[in-house]
Each structure stands twice: as structure tokens, then as C-alpha cells.
């Protein structure tokens, strides 16, 4: 499942070579690809054609472009769903179909063609009206710092809390906002309401770095506390960038290319068993929500009351 640094990957991607442009057909290929369009695909087709991508825009997971019309407005956008095995590819109109190819977009300069590659058909496309966001691109003094398309969401992601990496994120709302819970502090950071784009191996990358355990009860938590936990989630979140960062100049914009960061840089998730980098103590795997948390005992203390 592609996490945030992957998406961000491939929106770079599409900003480059996509946007913009002015779309002049849309073809979908198999009926899966637009199940989450529920006008179908002939409206997915209408409500595309003719249109500019405005931009490409994330919040945490979610990747959609805003489509303008000659007024500079866009009404719709259209999301892309990744899912398990989605890619988007940029190519010439006369490179041969790839065995999965799901959907094509062509533009009116006639340069090369967007398509849709997804061997498992769990990803897809909808194309879905913009509502304003209720933050409206506050900062966390109230200052007007988002002018992006950013500050417009599809309407399914209207719930969907900004990401770390997103320049409007309000910290001190998030540190308010996680005490304000009765829950485990994992728990919290997976709950995309509160905060997007954390998934299981960078909550469990970030714990380690502020030094707190998962099952921590959220209103204990410091504002020093939130304020480091959000340090360590951009820093492991960036650090994925970085070692993604050489597709960006390549035509191919691929999801799928695992990340090299994983294999070398972390210090807890997936280490059961070895040595902390920090402490040397011999790190944990417990049961979490039907998946893993790792830990390290003696950076992270189990909290002494569980109790929220
Ligand atoms: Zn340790």
C-alpha cells in the first residue's frame, strides 16, 4: 500500500508533466477502474474532457486534480485511487498498451498521454465536485497562508485532516486536539480526522524518535511531547522523500518502486529482535489493531496506567 512519501512521489510526477494541459480524451478500459464514480463512466468522461488540470494536489494519501475550465474555475476534481498496485505512467501515445492498462488520457498539444497501469484493479478514478475546507487555509495564528488549490477538497476527503508535510498544518491545534482524546497515541495518529498520511511504519519510525510508547494515553501527552512527535514524523517522512527523489526526472512515474529508505533506515519497525540504534536494547513486536507495533523497552516505557 503506497504510504504518504509514495504518493507525494508520484503527485511530483504529475505537476511535472501533467499539468496545465488541457485534456482531450478520456478512455477507460475495464469497468473497475471508475466503480467509484458512481455516475458512471460516460459522466467521468464528460465532466474531464476539455478541461485543464489546474494542479496536483495530497493530503495525506489522496491525490486528485482540480479540472478548470477556460474561466480559470474548477468545479470538479478528479482523484486519483492508487490502491494497491495503481501507477500513473507518462507516455508517448505510440508506446505499446501495458498488459494492466486501465485508463488513457490525452491532451490537446498532443504530447504524450497520461495512463492508468493497476494489476490488481483495487485502485481507480472519480471525478467528484471541490468543497472549500473549513479551516480555509488558516495558519495556526490566524494568519492566511494556503492561496493553493489546497484550501479545496474533493468531496469525499472533506474529512480528511492535513498532513505534516503540509505547510498549513496547525501544530498547536494538533497537540490541543490529541490531549482533547481519550485514546493510545498510535491509535490517534492512525485516525486520519486528526492528522493524514501516517501509516503504521512511520507512526511506529516517529514513536521511537520522541521516545513515547504507542499505548500512551493521549491527554498525557506534553505540547514538548506533540511537538517532537510531529518533528519525528516530518523527519522520517522527508528522509522517504529524499531516497524517492531520483524518479522525479524520470518519464516513468512509477508507485510501485520500493523505497530504498526502508531498507536501510529504519530503527524499529520490522527490526524484531535486533539492537536499538539508540539504547542497544533488543527491540519488541506486539499485537496492534490486527497488525504489528515495534518498539524499543528502553527508550519507550510501557506507560504505567493504560487507563484513558
Ligand atoms: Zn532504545
Redesign the pocket.
Known amino acids: 500500500m503506497p504510504e504518504l512519501p509514495e504518493v507525494e512521489v508520484v503527485r511530483r510526477g504529475v505537476a511535472r508533466w501533467v499539468v496545465g494541459r488541457t485534456v482531450s480524451t478520456a478512455s477507460f478500459l475495464h469497468p473497475r477502474v471508475t466503480r467509484r464514480h458512481v455516475e458512471g463512466p460516460a459522466d467521468a468522461i464528460a465532466r474531464t474532457q476539455g478541461l485543464v488540470v489546474a494542479d496536483a494536489v495530497r493530503r495525506g494519501k489522496y491525490l486528485w486534480m482540480p479540472l478548470a475550465g477556460s474561466d480559470g474555475v474548477a468545479v470538479d476534481a478528479m482523484v486519483v485511487h492508487l490502491g494497491m498496485s495503481g501507477q500513473l505512467l507518462v507516455e508517448g501515445s505510440d508506446a505499446p498498451a501495458e498488459k494492466h492498462l486501465r485508463a488513457v488520457w490525452t491532451f490537446d498539444d498532443d504530447r504524450e498521454d497520461l495512463r492508468f497501469v493497476d494489476q490488481r484493479t483495487f485502485g481507480g478514478i472519480a471525478v467528484v465536485p471541490l468543497v472549500g475546507t473549513p479551516d480555509g487555509g488558516l495558519g495556526g495564528s490566524g494568519e492566511f497562508v494556503d492561496s493553493s488549490w489546497s484550501r479545496f477538497l474533493p468531496a469525499p476527503v472533506a474529512h480528511i485532516a492535513r498532513d505534516p508535510l503540509d505547510p498549513s498544518f496547525d501544530d498547536v491545534l494538533f497537540a490541543k486536539r490529541l490531549r482533547d482524546k481519550t485514546t493510545g497515541l498510535k491509535r490517534a495518529l492512525l485516525d486520519q480526522t486528526l492528522i493524514s498520511g501516517v501509516g503504521n511504519i512511520y507512526a511506529d519510525e516517529a514513536l521511537w524518535r520522541a521516545r513515547l510508547h504507542y499505548a500512551r494515553p493521549t491527554r498525557s501527552i506534553t505540547r514538548a511531547q506533540a511537538a517532537s512527535l510531529l518533528a519525528g514524523l516530518r523527519e522520517v517522512m522527508t528522509a522517504a522523500l529524499d531516497a524517492g527523489g531520483t524518479s522525479f526526472d524520470s518519464l516513468y512515474v512509477n508507485v510501485n518502486g520500493a523505497s530504498g529508505y526502508f531498507d536501510r533506515s529504519l530503527a524499529v519497525y520490522g527490526q524484531v529482535g535486533r539492537p ?1 540504534p ?4 533488543l527491540i519488541r513486536r506486539d499485537a496492534f489493531m490486527n497488525r504489528s507495533s515495534f518498539s ?1 523497552p ?2 519507550q516505557p510501557v506507560p504505567r496506567s493504560a487507563h484513558w
Open positions: 536499538c539508540r539504547c542497544g536494547s524499543c528502553g527508550c
